[in-house]
């Protein structure tokens, strides 16, 4: 009995666990900034917070936030910004203090 049991519990586990790897729908629409958006990077002085500065070329509405990542330390994301057309924005994470500062910079963007 005892054995059916944890059969069943990690089954149950494995099965929970295959339905959060699965990708969210709006996932399935994040892209890297294209031809119709430019995006700059920077990093402040002490080097542990970065910004995405983007434009909305497009003539649509567009979401962006910084992906930040953190050398020694768990990875960073800024805030979802909503562009129309013609404007621009900047999203910013910070990375621990515990680690060794920004690595790299980038940006997600989805359509509206």
């Known amino acids: 009995m005892r054995t ?47 910004t995405a500065i983007c434009k909305n ?15 020694l330390a768990w990875d960073q994301t800024g805030p979802w910004v909503r562009l129309e057309p013609g404007e621009r924005g900047n999203s910013s994470a910070l990375c621990s203090q515990l680690g060794s500062g920004v690595g790299g910079t980038s940006a997600d963007i989805r359509d509206l």
């Open 4 to 50: 059916q049991l944890r059969a069943l519990a990690v089954g149950a586990v494995l099965s929970l666990a295959t339905a959060v790897q699965a990708a969210p729908a709006d996932a399935a629409t994040l892209r890297p900034p294209g031809g119709r958006e430019v995006c700059t990077y920077t990093v402040t002085e002490e080097g542990y917070r970065s």
């Open 57 to 71: 070329y497009n003539s649509h509405a567009i979401e962006f936030r910084a992906v930040v990542i953190c050398g």
